[in-house]
T-cell receptor, first 110, second 110 residues
Framework: DAMVIQNPRYQVTQFGKPVTLSCSQT?????MYWYQQKSSQAPKLLFH???????NEADTPDNFQSRRPNTSFCFLDIRSPGLGDAAMYLC?????????FGPGTRLTVL | QKEVEQNSGPLSVPEGAIASLNCTYS??????FFWYRQYSGKSPELIMS????GDKEDGRFTAQLNKASQYVSLLIRDSQPSDSATYLC??????????FGAGTRLFVKA
C-alpha cells in the first residue's frame, strides 16, 4: 500500500544532543512537509519542499534543519534539542492538495 | 495573520446523534478546505475535503462550505463511540501550504 513512513516512532534524546528524524513516502508526491505538534495545539508547519525547492517558515528556529535527498525521503535534523522541542513531529505529503500524514515521531528531551 | 478558528470543545453527544463541528477561516483567498480526524497520540487522518460552496456527503459525514461567511462545518450522522477524537479543520492558503485549526474534541457517549 502507498504510504508515508516515519522512523523512529519514538525518540528519546538528551538536552543538546543532535537528533535526526526520517520520513519516506511511496506515494510519489511532489510536496513534503514537516510539522511540529504539541498537545492540544494545531500542527505547526516547520518546512516544506516542492520537489527540491525548500521553503522555511519564518518562525522556524535555526535549530531545525531539513534535507530532501530525493523524492522519496526527507529528514528533519534538530541540532541542539531543548526541552521546548519535545513534541510530535509529523511528516506529510501532497500531490499538491490534500495532505497525507505519516504516523509521527514522538520526541522526548531529557 | 492567516488563521483557522475552532471551538476546542469538548463536544459531547450521545451515540446515534448528529455531531456538528464548525470552523471559520480568515484568508478569503482560501479555495480548498479539509477535515482531519486525530485520535489521541496518533497522526491526523484526512476524512473530507471540500472545494465548492454547499454540501458534500461521504457516508455518515457531510462537509458544508460557505465562502461568503468564511465558514466550514462537518456533520457526523449516527455518531459512534469510535468517532470520539479531535477533528482538525484546515484551509489551503496557497503556496502549497495549509493552515490547521487547533481542533475540536468530540466525545460520543455510548
Amino acid at each position: 500500500d502507498a504510504m508515508v513512513i516515519q522512523n523512529p516512532r519514538y525518540q528519546v534524546t538528551q538536552f543538546g544532543k543532535p537528533v535526526t528524524l526520517s520520513c519516506s513516502q511511496t506515494l510519489n508526491h511532489n510536496v513534503m512537509y514537516w510539522y511540529q505538534q504539541k498537545s492540544s495545539q494545531a500542527p505547526k508547519l516547520l518546512f516544506h519542499y516542492y520537489d527540491k525547492d525548500f521553503n522555511n517558515e519564518a518562525d522556524t528556529p535555526d535549530n531545525f534543519q531539513s534535507r530532501r535527498p530525493n523524492t522519496s525521503f526527507c529528514f528533519l535534523d534538530i541540532r541542539s534539542p531543548g526541552l521546548g522541542d519535545a513534541a510530535m513531529y509529523l511528516c506529510a505529503t501532497s500531490h499538491p492538495g490534500e495532505q497525507f500524514f505519516g504516523p509521527g515521531t514522538r520526541l522526548t528531551v531529557l | 495573520q492567516k488563521e483557522v478558528e475552532q471551538n476546542s470543545g469538548p463536544l459531547s453527544v450521545p451515540e446515534g446523534a448528529i455531531a456538528s463541528l464548525n470552523c471559520t477561516y480568515s484568508d478569503r483567498g482560501s479555495q480548498s478546505f479539509f477535515w482531519y480526524r486525530q485520535y489521541s497520540g496518533k497522526s491526523p487522518e484526512l476524512i473530507m475535503s471540500i472545494y465548492s460552496n454547499g454540501d458534500k456527503e461521504d457516508g455518515r459525514f457531510t462537509a458544508q462550505l460557505n465562502k461568503a461567511s468564511q465558514y466550514v462545518s462537518l456533520l457526523i450522522r449516527d455518531s459512534q463511540p469510535s468517532d470520539s477524537a479531535t477533528y482538525l479543520c484546515a484551509a489551503d492558503t496557497g503556496g502549497f501550504k495549509t493552515i490547521f485549526g487547533a481542533g475540536t474534541r468530540l466525545f460520543v457517549k455510548a
